[in-house]
C-alpha cells in the first residue's frame, strides 16, 4: 500500500460500520489537510471528512454524527470510521492531501491521492 492508498472497503448491510484507513506518514509536519473524499460513477467527487494539522476537523452534512475522521497517535495513519452506514454512502472512496493553511471538503484544493477502496452499502 502505498502513500494515501485506501484500505477497508467492503460490503456491508445498512446499519452497518465499516473503518478506511490510508497511510500518511509524509504529513505530519508544517500546515496539511487529510481529507477522505468519495465518488460514484457519473457524479462529481464529493468531500466528506477532513482532519487539517492542528487537529480540527470538518464533516459534510451527509455524514455528520456517523463518520469519524482521525489519525493515530503517530500520525502515520489516517483513518475514516463509519457508523450507521446508508445505501447513499455506496461510493469508491479516497484519502487526499494537501499542504496548506486553510482546509476544505473541495477536491481542485488537493494535489496528492491515493487509490480508491470501494464501500457498497445494501438496504
Known amino acids: 500500500q502505498g502513500q494515501l492508498d485506501a484500505s477497508g472497503g467492503g460490503s456491508v448491510q445498512s446499519g452497518g460500520s465499516l473503518r478506511l484507513s490510508c497511510t500518511a506518514s509524509?504529513?505530519?509536519?508544517?500546515?496539511?489537510?487529510l481529507t477522505w473524499f468519495r465518488q460514484v460513477p457519473g457524479k462529481e467527487r464529493e468531500g466528506v471528512a477532513l482532519?487539517?494539522?492542528?487537529?480540527?476537523?470538518t464533516y459534510a452534512d451527509s455524514v455528520q454524527g456517523r463518520f469519524t475522521i482521525s489519525q493515530d497517535n503517530a500520525k502515520s495513519t489516517l483513518y475514516l470510521q463509519m457508523n450507521n452506514l446508508k445505501p447513499e454512502d455506496t461510493a469508491m472512496y479516497y484519502c487526499?492531501?494537501?499542504?496548506?493553511?486553510?482546509?476544505?471538503?473541495?477536491?481542485?484544493?488537493?494535489?496528492?491521492w491515493g487509490q480508491g477502496t470501494q464501500v457498497t452499502v445494501s438496504s
Open positions: 509524509r504529513y505530519t509536519y508544517g500546515r496539511y489537510c
Open positions: 487526499a492531501a494537501t499542504w496548506r493553511a486553510q482546509c476544505l471538503l473541495l477536491p481542485n484544493e488537493y494535489i496528492n
Open positions: 482532519i487539517a494539522s492542528d487537529a480540527h476537523t
